[in-house]
């Protein structure tokens, strides 16, 4: 997906910190991933390799 070929390899959007755009892409991306009802979209996300990476680096540091 487009998304994925954006989103960097443990890395943030803008550098060596996370910064607002992180955090609401983590959030939409969240959503979307937790979401209970199987979806199109949620597939596409919980299937992307990169998407996925991306939320668990990101939603390391921002829960510290």
């Known amino acids: 997906s487009s998304l994925a070929s954006f989103v960097p390899a443990r890395s943030f959007l803008f550098g060596s910190s996370p910064t607002s755009f992180d ?3 983590y959030a939409f991306l969240a959503t ?3 979401e209970e ?4 979209l949620r597939s596409a996300v919980t299937r992307c390799k990169a998407l996925n ?3 668990k680096y ?3 540091a921002l829960s510290t």
């Open 23 to 25: 955090a609401v892409l």
């Open 32 to 34: 979307i991933a937790n």
């Open 37 to 40: 009802a199987e979806t199109p």
């Open 53 to 55: 990476d991306f939320l």
């Open 58 to 60: 990101v939603g390391a």
